[in-house]
C-alpha cells in the first residue's frame, strides 16, 4: 500500500483501496460467471446486464471506470481543502515573512497573498502558487492530475481526455508529496 503521510489523504486513501480490493474481488466473480452481476445490481436492473457476456463485461469496466473517477475527484477535494487550509493559515504570517529577510522571492509572497487573499480556492490557483517552488516534476504530475480531475469533472468542456492516467496510489503519493513541500515551504 502507498504510505501517505498526510491524515486526511490516508483516511481517505484507506477507503478507496478497502472498496478497490471488494470491487475487484466481485469483478473476478463476474468474469467466470456473468449471472453473478445479478447479485450486485439493484433489483430493478437484474437481468439487464447478465443477458450476453460481452454486455456484463461493458458494464463491470464502465463500473470500475466511474469507481476511478469518483476517486479521483475526492482525492483532489480532500487535497484542496487541506492545501488552502494551510495557506489560509499562514495568511497572516505572510506580511510579516514578507517585511524581514527571506529566501524566498517577492513576487512568491505576493502571489501567495493575492490568490489567498480573494480566496480563489481552485486547484489551478495552488499550481500558480506552487510553480518554482516545488520540484518539477512533482508539479507536472499535480498539472495531469488538474487535468484529469477536470476532465471527469467537466467532460469534454475543457478539451480531450488526458493522455496520461496515473493509477489512484499514485495520485494519492502524488497529493502527499505535495503537502509536504507546502508545510515545508509556508
Known amino acids: 500500500m502507498a504510505t501517505i503521510n498526510n491524515p486526511d489523504l490516508q483516511e481517505l486513501f484507506t477507503y478507496i483501496v478497502t472498496v478497490e480490493n471488494i470491487v475487484l474481488k466481485e469483478i473476478k466473480l463476474v468474469n467466470g460467471n456473468r449471472y453473478h452481476l445479478d447479485k450486485l445490481v439493484p ?3 437484474a437481468g439487464v446486464y447478465t443477458k450476453k457476456e460481452t454486455k456484463a463485461n461493458e458494464f463491470v469496466d464502465s463500473m470500475y471506470r466511474k469507481f476511478y473517477e ?3 475527484v475526492s482525492l483532489v477535494a480532500v487535497f484542496e481543502r487541506v492545501v ?3 495557506y489560509k493559515t499562514s ?3 505572510i506580511k510579516t ?3 524581514s529577510d527571506t529566501p524566498k522571492t517577492i513576487d512568491f509572497y505576493r502571489t501567495r497573498e493575492k490568490i489567498i487573499g480573494e480566496a480563489n480556492d ?3 490557483a495552488i499550481i500558480i502558487i506552487l510553480d518554482g517552488q516545488i520540484d518539477n516534476d512533482l ?3 499535480l498539472k495531469v492530475i488538474k487535468d484529469q480531475r477536470d476532465f471527469i469533472a467537466h ?3 475543457f478539451g480531450a481526455a488526458p493522455t496520461v492516467s496515473m493509477k489512484l496510489h499514485e495520485i494519492a503519493e502524488a497529493l502527499d508529496s505535495v503537502l509536504n513541500e507546502v508545510e515545508i515551504n509556508k
Open 84 to 86: 488552502f487550509a494551510k
Open 70 to 72: 469518483a476517486f479521483v
Open 43 to 45: 433489483e430493478d436492473v
Open 97 to 99: 515573512t514578507v517585511s
Open 139 to 141: 508539479l507536472k504530475k
Open 155 to 157: 467532460g469534454g468542456r
Open 91 to 93: 495568511y497572516g504570517e
Open 122 to 124: 481552485k486547484l489551478h
